[in-house]
């Protein structure tokens, strides 16, 4: 999971993508990126934040009316800063020049690789996508039908998620591309201003940067946009769509739309449902700040308990997407507090947007009740999450998720809610997820492995076979 954009115009674009890549950076903080070209390659990405990455004017004001910027979240690779430094987005070739960013996981790296001599410089599968388009650009005039022609070569034999964007020359007038896998797992929607052309993961951007609307990318598509916002469009595989569930339940910031769907809207319905299919004796809804915030105020709106703010954060950090325990905790206990005021004596709804491997909820749970909470009942926007994704989360094994014992059997929900100290836990189900989001879903991780398209299934069963405790599976057999 990460967050691209890619511009292109007759005028410079790099301010533009800088202030794009604050709007998307929710969507990994593990490291920054951003390329442009005048015919000279401009490029910067370094691990850390956005701010931190971009603090140099030099940085952010760069020639070039085509470029690409990326938010990492890390599904490939170590976790330290030498490994966070070489898997930085975009990636480059220089012969042919071919720059790309990708949102999503490739899990058959190890076949596409075959198809090209070039060596990956890193662990990414946005290595995976940029070395054999390279190859069928090599010491070729870039056209349209090629592009066109080497994408659908190359997207009918990659397994996996892909919203991809790349830019490359073809003389005096490059070329922004895109494609999008069968299925559109990952978003990828594009906007316009003044003669300039945006692609990127989420709408927000739209708004940052003051650009319109036009529609979002579908599933298996090629998008090939030029300086002169000349635009040429193939959908080259055509399946019904399968958004990944967790897009709308954690991933996508509140204000954007996936699809036309609110993601608000779709938060603050699995509350309603929450409420209506899982009723309590409450005196407060109290969400966990942000992420149970949207599902809260549905909550307490088709309950008519009061919802308060019991629980405060003083960080930006997300704390799923931090890349190991240790720094998850850390956000957690550093990064909240408790309001006894709120809080004490009273009977609380506590709501969230998912449970992954539990630790979180815990100290969430004892905070509110040192807090003076006498109880505290939970509910939970998405179902248990049971299996690893092989698609762009980073929930790498299965032995990770609390809803797992240690034979691998699925836990009632009781037994969850005595682990985690609550007194009820309740989840949405799968087919409330779809009546939310009002479409079909990838739901892999929570309803394994039929939740995955049917021809993926028996890829996705292999690996879950292989899966090792703290390792992701997809990587033994594709480096």
């Not at 790099?14 to 998307?24: A, V, W």
């Not at 690789?113 to 388009?133: G, M």
């Not at 890829?459 to 997809?474: E, Q």
Request: hydrophobic share 35%.
């Amino acid at each position: 999971m990460c967050g691209i954009v890619g511009i292109i115009g007759g005028k410079p674009v790099s301010r533009f993508i800088y202030h794009s890549l604050f709007s998307i950076q929710h969507r990994g903080q593990s490291s920054a990126g951003m390329i442009m070209y005048d015919g000279n390659i401009h490029v910067t990405k370094e691990p850390g934040l956005v701010r931190e990455v971009f603090s140099e004017e030099k940085k952010i004001d760069v020639p070039g009316n085509v470029g690409l910027g990326h938010t990492r979240y890390s599904t490939a690779g170590l976790d330290d800063l030498p490994s966070l430094k070489r898997n930085a987005q975009p990636e480059y070739l220089v012969n042919p020049f071919l720059a790309a960013v990708h949102n999503g996981n490739i899990f058959n790296c190890e076949e596409i690789e075959k198809l090209t001599k070039r060596k990956p410089r890193n662990e990414c599968d946005v290595q995976c996508l940029l070395l054999p388009v390279a190859d069928k650009f090599y010491k070729k005039e870039t056209t349209v039908n090629l592009i066109f022609e080497t994408c659908k070569e190359i997207m009918k034999k990659i397994k996996g998620s892909y919203s991809a964007l790349f830019i490359t020359d073809s003389g005096e007038n490059p070329f922004l591309f895109a494609i999008t896998d069968p299925f559109k797992i990952r978003p990828l929607v594009l906007g316009k201003s003044n003669g300039l052309y945006c692609l990127t993961s989420e709408t927000r951007v739209f708004k940052k940067i003051n650009f319109e609307y036009i529609k979002d990318i579908p599933g298996g598509s090629v998008v090939i946009i030029d300086t002169k916002g000349n635009i040429f469009e193939k959908q080259i595989i055509v399946k019904k769509p399968k958004p990944c569930m967790f897009e709308f339940v954690y991933f996508a910031k509140p204000d954007s739309r996936i699809n036309g769907r609110s993601i608000h809207n779709t938060r603050a319905e699995l509350g309603r449902i929450l409420a209506r299919k899982y009723p309590i004796e409450a005196d407060i809804v109290v969400p966990v700040p942000e992420s149970g915030r949207h599902y809260a105020t549905g909550y307490a709106l088709e309950s008519k308990i009061p919802l308060d703010e019991g629980i405060m954060k003083d960080k930006d950090e997300r704390s799923f997407i931090q890349q190991t325990q240790e720094s998850r905790d850390k956000v957690v206990e550093e990064g909240l507090s408790y309001l006894r005021s709120v809080l004490e004596g009273k009977r609380v709804v506590l709501i969230d947007d998912s449970i992954v491997r539990g630790t979180n909820i815990r100290k969430l749970i004892r905070g509110l009740k040192e807090a003076g909470a006498k109880e505290v009942h939970v509910r939970i926007g998405c179902p248990p999450l049971i299996a690893p994704c092989y698609l762009g989360i980073d929930m790498r094994s299965k032995k990770e998720f609390i809803a797992r014992d240690n034979e691998g059997n699925i836990k009632t929900w009781e037994q969850i809610a005595d682990e985690i100290g609550a007194e009820s836990l309740a989840y949405t189900t799968i087919d409330c997820l779809k009546e939310a989001i009002k479409s079909d879903i990838c739901s892999g991780c929570i309803n394994f492995p039929d939740g995955y398209p049917s021809e993926w299934r028996e890829d996705v069963l292999k690996l879950f076979k292989m899966d090792k405790k703290g390792h992701r599976a997809y990587e033994h057999i594709s480096r």
